[in-house]
């Protein structure tokens, strides 16, 4: 048993109100300088849509992640080294501008500068690469612009249950549905964007388990972009580097959240420490069963407070305050103990680290508008397989298409809604429904606590990495843009601000390993 921590982080979809306050501030402090005008380390998508970039689901076509070969190991999608070497000056499998969108802004100046005149000036869209005018077509989250309608049939997950649910997925206004969905890199146990880059310049720390680019060794060869199948490597067009979302990993030593989770209005995010056994990563990966892909992943995670797994972390350099936080986790509460979490895409077997909590918003109103009583367990388990987001769809999202794992997470919600409803009505406790979701008083007690009602330390715990440079580390957490002068890939010197290096993160001897420390020693 091989001991390691992973940073993590789950998302409850019935809290999403597609906002995209996480989108924005992260734009502004990742993305927002030239090159990568088109990147959203965090978007939110609308389900059922195309997503971003188009069809990024649809790996027949942009060949992401891991598959099986006939011997029944893993293998990447994109082909051996062989084949990608073959292909290294040339890679079919990108997405180009138009997959993502031509990023736009507008002509504000011509309203303000115009002469005065009869006509009203008018801000037309302009490109934000070449400045020229530019036709809008498509963007970021353009499915919620239209509305899905027929967009909605275009959608990679919809095709492919076509055939098993007939005409259950429909677009007719009474039928449709669409819930929204969070989306950043998914730092996997299992990462094929670190396995596809020549270079070695991809890697995943071996404290936290973030998958990071290091800028001085990345040659630009892309095919780390079409290796990870949920397309949130870019390729920045002015430094010839590929970068991607760092989970805010300054903040993060700082004891912050990510700037997506610490801006969320509707407090729908939780990070926390997992605790797992890299040993049996591989194993867990290459199960023959997709549908087996989510127990064996759920299976790998490692209980803190066991006292074999504790010493063996301990023997594994993993520190007490560490081991205290992976005990106090909300993410392992949400995964393994109340097991309400479900990975996203388990099939591209990356082993995700980004959990999502399904949506259950509409079948409260959806029962009572039958006449029924909305809130009563047995009818609320009875609608469940009748929602307007149908669960096969939830199951081809989340758990490889097994419905089962959808199913019981959604009558845990339901569950809990009909105990609070009679305990916040004075009524007398109905544990039936607790009961049928194999709950107990005290566990629905602490999940609604957790999912309702939980703190800004509750919600995130977060281990400091260095309290000796806590005050630094904080400088430097309030501007972790790589946007600096002589920054990283951009070929100057390492530029020091409050005795943190900046231009070389991380600093150290350049490794090849998968693994590596935030000094960049090898492992």
């Known amino acids: 048993m091989r001991v390691m921590a992973q940073v993590a982080m789950v998302m409850n979809l019935d809290k999403c109100i597609g906002c995209h306050t996480c989108s924005v501030t992260c734009k502004q402090t990742w993305t927002n300088r030239d090159g990568v005008e088109y990147a959203w380390f965090n978007n939110v998508e609308t389900r059922p849509g195309q997503g971003y970039p188009r069809g990024y689901q649809d790996q027949d076509t942009w060949r992401g992640g891991w598959k099986l070969n006939r011997r029944g190991r893993l293998e990447l999608r994109g082909g051996g080294r062989l084949r990608r070497l073959w292909r290294i000056f040339c890679n079919p499998d990108l997405p180009t501008l138009d997959d993502y969108y031509q990023?736009?802004?507008?002509?504000?100046?011509?309203?303000?500068?115009?002469?005065l005149g009869e006509d009203s000036p008018v801000a037309r869209p302009t490109s934000a690469?070449?400045?020229?005018?530019?036709?809008?077509?498509?963007?970021?989250?353009?499915?919620?612009?239209?509305?899905?309608?027929?967009?909605?049939e275009a959608?990679?997950?919809?095709?492919?249950?076509?055939?098993?649910?007939?005409?259950?997925?429909?677009?007719?206004?009474?039928?449709?549905?669409?819930?929204?969905?969070?989306?950043?890199?998914?730092?996997?146990?299992?990462?094929?964007?670190?396995?596809?880059?020549?270079?070695?310049?991809?890697?995943?720390?071996?404290?936290?388990?973030?998958v990071l680019v290091d800028q001085d060794a990345c040659r630009g060869w892309r095919m780390c972009v079409s290796g990870c199948p949920y397309k949130k490597v870019?390729?920045?067009?002015?430094?010839?580097?590929?970068?991607?979302?760092?989970?805010?990993?300054?903040?993060?030593?700082a004891g912050e959240p990510t700037i997506c989770a610490e801006t969320c209005v509707g407090r729908l995010r939780y990070i926390g420490v997992l605790l797992y056994d890299a040993d049996r990563v591989g194993a867990a990966a290459g199960v023959a069963d997709e549908r087996d892909l989510y127990p064996a992943q759920r299976d790998l995670f490692l209980d803190?407070?066991?006292?074999?797994?504790?010493?063996?972390?301990?023997?594994?350099?993993?520190?007490?305050?560490?081991?205290?936080?992976?005990?106090?986790?909300?993410?392992?509460?949400?995964?393994?103990?109340?097991?309400?979490?479900?990975?996203?895409?388990?099939?591209?077997?990356?082993?995700?680290?980004?959990?999502?909590?399904?949506p259950l918003s509409p079948v409260v109103n959806a029962v009572a508008e039958t006449g029924f009583d909305g809130e009563n367990h047995g009818n609320l388990f009875?609608?469940?397989?009748?929602?307007?987001?149908?669960?096969?769809?939830?199951?081809?999202?989340?758990?490889?298409?097994?419905p089962e794992p959808v199913r019981a997470a959604l009558r845990k919600l339901a569950a809990m809604r009909c105990y609070m409803r009679s305990v916040n009505l004075?009524?007398?406790?109905?544990?039936?429904?607790?009961?049928?979701?194999?709950?107990?008083?005290?566990?629905?007690?602490?999940?609604?606590?957790?999912?309702?009602?939980?703190?800004?330390?509750?919600?995130?715990?977060?281990?400091?990495?260095?309290?000796?440079?806590?005050?630094?580390?904080?400088?430097?957490?309030?501007t972790c843009s790589l946007d600096t002068e002589g920054g990283p890939g951009m070929g100057g010197a390492p530029a020091s601000r409050g005795g943190t290096e900046l231009a070389s993160w991380p600093t150290g001897?350049?490794?090849?390993?998968?693994?590596?420390t935030s000094s960049g020693e090898s492992t």
């Open 382 to 402: 009875g609608a469940i397989d009748a929602l307007r987001i149908p669960v096969e769809y939830l199951a081809a999202l989340f758990t490889a298409g097994d």
């Open 234 to 253: 870019y390729f920045n067009h002015r430094t010839g580097k590929a970068e991607k979302c760092t989970f805010c990993y300054p903040r993060l030593e």
């Open 103 to 115: 990023p736009w802004t507008y002509d504000y100046r011509n309203l303000t500068e115009a002469p």
């Open 304 to 358: 803190p407070d066991d006292p074999e797994v504790s010493a063996a972390a301990s023997r594994a350099g993993i520190s007490h305050d560490w081991l205290e936080a992976a005990r106090r986790s909300p993410v392992a509460e949400l995964i393994q103990r109340y097991r309400v979490a479900l990975p996203l895409h388990p099939e591209y077997r990356t082993l995700p680290m980004v959990w999502y909590i399904p």
């Open 155 to 210: 959608d990679p997950v919809i095709a492919g249950l076509r055939e098993e649910l007939g005409t259950r997925i429909r677009f007719e206004f009474e039928q449709s549905f669409m819930f929204y969905l969070p989306r950043i890199c998914e730092h996997c146990l299992n990462p094929s964007c670190v396995a596809s880059c020549p270079s070695g310049a991809m890697y995943k720390r071996i404290e936290d388990g973030i």
């Open 426 to 478: 004075d009524e007398p406790a109905n544990t039936e429904p607790l009961e049928a979701a194999g709950l107990t008083e005290r566990d629905v007690a602490s999940m609604y606590r957790l999912l309702a009602l939980a703190r800004y330390d509750e919600r995130y715990v977060i281990p400091t990495a260095g309290i000796g440079e806590a005050h630094d580390l904080e400088g430097l957490a309030t």
């Open 129 to 152: 690469i070449s400045g020229q005018p530019a036709a809008v077509r498509w963007g970021p989250n353009w499915d919620d612009s239209l509305g899905i309608g027929d967009r909605g």
């Open 509 to 516: 001897t350049r490794p090849d390993g998968l693994f590596r």
